[in-house]
């Protein structure tokens, strides 16, 4: 606490990334891809000139914005782009969810949603997950102020079929649907092809999980025109450059690398399924997932030691979340074939299962 903080501040519960280690850790604790970016985003950077950097990048983003458009088959004016997309997901939340009702949001999903509607002061009701552990989507109802949720869902992995949205949002009109698509690359349905029946829905994605872009901050959003201006009207009160030069140009090249992004997405899915099976075989539960990562319940031992002794004993870094719902739970992102393999033999030398 301090006096010269804002009202509200000391009362903000901000969110908590996982651990960025400085030691050399097997990382599988933030779903980052263990895969290269496209060989074009190291040439764009190897012959930036920066000189260049003595100007503002373009506030719109126009070059990034058509090559999205192109990817997901929309106009230019249809696409919104952010530094990350947990920034897109601030600006739509003050763009579009305060109004005098409550904000549905699953019970159990990105742990970013409840931390934004501290900061604006919204007010969440959280639905309850089903009992195969996926988002209810029959259990969002009655009055709100708007719907927002992942899918496929974090940290469970489960992803609804486009035709499970399209019955939501025939439901849905009078308010916002944003819905999270994050993980969608690893096997999940995308909802834009929604979008132009279905003006209030927003569809966000992000280039840090199957682009393996996380260290340079893109972030987007597709919808409907209307929902693209408010965006930018919330956007152009805050930042109007939002993604520097770099990552405009090097978002671009990653996403004209086709063979590279289907080459490492289909990699990924495949080490996550040998993965699910050996986990398996040791008598871990592990939940469905159409994403890059596991969420994995221990049935012998605290998913709680498992975790420390994963870290201290074996320098591999996976995620615990100490809530009541998932602590006898592990989240463990999808790395390459021999991290997997080495903690696979790690669980095996503890005993974990
Ligand atoms: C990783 C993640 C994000 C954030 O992505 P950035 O673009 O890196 O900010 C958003 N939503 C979900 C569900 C995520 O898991």
Redesign the pocket.
């Known amino acids: 606490m301090s006096q010269f903080w804002s009202p509200g501040v000391h009362r903000l519960t901000p969110y908590t990334p996982g651990e960025q280690p400085r030691q050399k850790l097997i990382k599988l604790n933030?779903?980052e891809n263990p895969w290269p970016p496209a060989p074009g985003v190291e040439r764009v950077l190897r012959h930036f000139e920066s000189e260049q950097l003595r100007r503002y990048p373009d506030p719109e983003a126009t070059a990034l914005r058509e090559a999205l458009a192109r990817e997901y088959s929309v106009d230019v004016s249809q696409v919104f782009v952010g530094?990350?997309?947990?920034?897109?997901?601030a600006l739509a939340f003050q763009a579009f969810f305060l109004h005098d009702a409550p904000l549905l949001m699953p019970e159990i999903?990105?742990s970013?949603y409840p931390v934004y509607c501290r900061l604006y002061g919204i007010g969440p009701r959280t639905i309850p997950l089903n009992e195969q552990w996926q988002v209810d989507l029959e259990g969002f109802e009655g009055e709100h102020a708007g719907i927002v949720f992942?899918n496929p869902?974090?940290?469970t992995g489960h992803g609804h079929e486009r035709a499970d949205i399209r019955r939501l949002l025939e439901r849905m009109r009078e308010r916002v649907v944003l819905i999270?698509e994050?993980?969608a690359d690893f096997g999940g349905e995308s909802a834009v092809p929604l979008i132009e029946e279905h003006p209030n829905l927003l569809v966000?994605?992000?280039?840090?999980?199957s682009r393996s872009l996380?260290g340079l901050?893109?972030?987007f959003a597709i919808g409907s025109r209307e929902l693209i201006e408010g965006l930018d009207r919330v956007k152009d009160s805050f930042n109007s450059y939002p993604l520097d030069m770099l990552a405009i140009e090097a978002g671009v090249a990653a996403l004209a690398d086709r063979d590279h992004f289907e080459h490492c997405r289909r990699a990924v899915m495949a080490t996550r399924d040998h993965t699910r099976q050996a986990l398996e075989a040791m008598g871990f539960e592990v939940l469905p997932s159409q994403t890059n990562f596991l969420l994995v319940r221990a049935t012998r031992q605290p998913a709680a030691e498992i975790f420390a002794a994963l870290r201290e004993e074996y320098g591999i870094l996976v995620r615990h979340f100490n809530t009541d719902q998932l602590r006898d739970f592990l989240r463990i992102s999808i790395g390459s074939e021999d991290e997997m393999q080495a903690l696979i033999e790690a669980l095996g030398e503890i005993g974990a299962g």
Do not use: M, W
Request: charge should be negative; avoid cysteine; aromatic fraction near 14%.
């Open positions: 933030t779903n530094n990350g997309s947990d920034e897109v997901l999903s990105y970013f992942a869902n974090a940290p999270d994050a993980y966000t994605g992000t280039f840090s999980k996380a901050r893109i972030g």
